[in-house]
């Protein structure tokens, strides 16, 4: 990936769309019964933003 390119992104958006577009592929294992799972359930990932002093 050209870092040029992505010098201007949020890095907290760059992560969060990442994250959204790929767990697109994963809504076919939502599953019960004790098996791998995913909750589909559309209520998205609990994304946490922090700053370090």
């Given amino acids: 990936m050209n870092k040029t390119s992505m010098a201007w992104k949020d890095p907290v958006e760059v992560i969060r ?14 599953d019960s019964g004790g098996k791998l799972m995913v909750d589909c359930n559309k209520e998205g990932v609990m994304f946490i933003e922090a700053d370090a002093m």
Avoid at 21 to 30: D, E, G
């Fill in 17 to 30: 769309n990442a994250i959204a577009q790929a767990l697109v592929f994963y809504y076919p294992l939502a």
